[in-house]
């Protein structure tokens, strides 16, 4: 019995090592996790209804309009943040490009936007557990050292099966 939950836990710690890895191996350019047509992210603030720490899960829109509250990066400020913020006036430039005002009067295109709050899903107690697995000192602590030392282990194991 105890061999069989030994066993399962340790199936589930790699398979959470291999999401968590593979999450931090498709950060983009902002360094947040993207997936074809979704995107992990934690908020930092409490902006419109989401808490501070939350995982959301950002499905890509294709069309915004008038009145969207849009989750986007804020390219004004040194490190990338990413804002949530409502659509207030939409002004088509060319063939399907648009450009988009916010309420905070900054003018952005779609190629700044992640989606919108009504393709989002949020997930409070994830969100934190999603950022410590994937800061530096969590992902050392929680998924390199116990590699590591299962890794030391067997090495002594093989030693001393040899010396037999």
């Known amino acids: 019995m105890k061999k069989v939950v030994r066993n399962i836990l340790i199936g589930l710690y790699i398979i959470i090592t291999i999401v968590v890895t593979y999450c931090l191996l498709s950060y983009n350019k902002y ?3 993207e997936f074809k047509d979704k995107t992990l992210l ?9 808490h501070k720490s939350d995982l959301l ?3 890509k829109s294709t069309r915004y309009r008038k009145g969207d509250a849009v989750i986007y990066y804020d390219l ?9 913020n409502k659509i207030v006036n939409v002004e088509p430039v060319g063939d399907g490009i648009y450009t988009y005002t916010l309420d905070n009067e900054e003018k952005y295109n779609d190629d700044n936007f992640i ?8 997930y409070s107690v994830l969100g934190t557990i999603y950022s410590l697995l994937t800061s530096k000192w969590g992902y050392l602590i929680i998924i390199i050292f116990p590699m590591l030392v299962a890794f030391i282990y067997e090495i002594y194991q093989i030693i001393r099966e040899i010396k037999k």
């Open 31 to 33: 360094n947040v996790s």
């Open 42 to 50: 934690i908020l930092e603030d409490k902006t419109y209804n989401y």
């Open 57 to 59: 899960v950002v499905k």
């Open 76 to 84: 004004q400020n040194s490190p990338v943040e990413v804002k949530i």
């Open 115 to 122: 989606g919108t709050t009504k393709t989002t899903s949020a």
